[in-house]
């Protein structure tokens, strides 16, 4: 059952989707202080490889040493060109392809200046890369440039994923990269509702499900929905063999799960695919998406790799559903961008997680006392009578 009692308020104005200085705000209170699904595991497959992107502005190195993943920015000490332009490939050594400048592989460090004497009185230490901050979670690579964000794998957990069954690097099926002109919080939106099922996916998921068999849960920085799995009876008594054989159990469900502010995790009890909305600008939005099937550590290579080929039969009715959700998706955003509207919107029960998000994005943006333009729009959009359904959020 859903949460809200009424229907709520649309709390985010339209400028809040097509504003570039909206935008500029928002990357530095919403976007950067945060954990981002940036790549997966099987991007680095030994030491020395490394991908290179940009991220809010900055770009950013991962390279793997020591079997681990590390993060730069990609920028010399030197005379602050890039290390490198190339999106991915091997390198033996942190080095700059401009004068040869090397940096060591962990802490970042200026070790190697070529005509070191020409720099004196340079003090060993003085210069070196700026780290960033990375975390493994699985098969996922996370990234942050905030010193003081909580640990995501530890949010992973709270939320109840089983990172080692969902998303283990063992059972890694694929990735994409797609660049489309929407705001990112449109694309998000998206996925936290399914009052738009009937129109946009009458061939994949058909309907909605009835609200008797869907619930939500709303905590501070994330946000979940539950409801049912696959209701074809010759896909359930398949999963139910493969699922007993792996020795995993079977809930019957789907779950996503929003961990704010731009990576959603979709999942049954054999597949998870991940979202990971990263904005480039106020109108154009990058979607790295990646999936897996569901692996149990322990159990016999024949039952995982079942599972694993199931799950590749799967990933093309996922996909499927993205891809209409993003021919759609362009349509919101001209909608938004136009110079007149009828109305604030409104957002109805069904989509109470997105009233939940927009105002945690609110919460954040009212931190620049120079924002005057989003604190106006709070006071005109969220009273406490407006808000009053969501009370009940869990803590």
């Not at 981002?36 to 991007?43: D, E, K, M, N, P």
């Not at 030994?46 to 991962?62: E, N, Q």
């Not at 660049?179 to 509702?193: D, H």
């Not at 694993?308 to 996922?318: E, I, L, M, T």
Request: glycine share 8%; with cysteine; net charge negative.
């Amino acid at each position: 059952m859903f949460l809200s009692d009424t229907h709520l308020p649309q709390l985010l104005p339209p400028s809040a989707y097509t504003d570039p200085t909206w935008y500029i705000t928002e990357r530095e209170h919403v976007l950067t202080p945060a954990w981002h699904v940036v790549a997966t595991t099987s991007q680095f497959p030994r030491d020395g490889s490394f991908i290179t992107f940009d991220f809010f502005g900055c770009p950013i190195i991962l390279r793997r040493h020591c079997g681990e993943i590390r993060g730069f920015l990609n920028v010399c000490a030197h005379r602050l060109a890039k290390l490198t332009s190339q999106p991915t490939g091997y390198c033996s050594a942190l080095r700059c392809g401009y004068h040869g400048w090397e940096y060591d592989e962990v802490s970042g460090a200026t070790k190697k200046i070529p005509d070191a004497p020409s720099f004196k009185p340079l003090e060993k230490g003085m210069l070196g890369l700026t780290s960033v901050r990375v975390e493994t979670c699985g098969g996922l690579v996370f990234a942050t440039l905030s010193e003081d964000a909580p640990s995501v794998g530890k949010s992973l957990l709270e939320c109840g994923i089983d990172v080692a069954r969902t998303m283990s690097p063992a059972g890694f099926l694929g990735m994409r990269e797609i660049c489309f002109p929407v705001n990112w919080k449109v694309a998000i939106e998206n996925t936290l509702e399914s009052y738009h099922v009937g129109e946009v996916h009458p061939k994949t998921f058909k309907t909605a499900p009835a609200e008797e068999q869907c619930s939500h849960q709303l905590f501070p920085a994330i946000s979940i929905f539950c409801g049912p799995g696959d209701t074809v009876p010759w896909i359930q008594r398949l999963e139910r063999v493969l699922l007993s054989g792996a020795a995993i159990p079977q809930t019957g469900g789907y779950r996503h799960v929003h961990l704010y502010p731009t990576c959603t995790i979709a999942e049954t009890d054999t597949f998870t695919i991940i979202l990971s909305f990263l904005p480039e600008s106020a109108n154009r939005t990058r979607l790295f998406m990646t999936w897996f099937a569901s692996q149990r550590a322990g159990a016999s290579a024949v039952w995982n790799g079942l599972i694993r080929n199931w799950g590749r039969v799967q990933s093309g009715f996922w996909l499927t559903v993205v891809n209409e959700d993003l021919s759609m998706l362009p349509t919101v955003q001209q909608g938004l961008a136009s110079s007149s509207h009828p109305g604030t919107g409104l957002i109805s029960r069904r989509e109470e997680r997105i009233t939940h998000f927009q105002q945690w994005i609110l919460d954040r943006i009212q931190t620049d006392t120079t924002a005057t333009q989003p604190a106006t729009m709070l006071v005109t959009h969220s009273s406490p009578s407006a808000v009053s359904p969501m009370e009940n959020v869990l803590t």
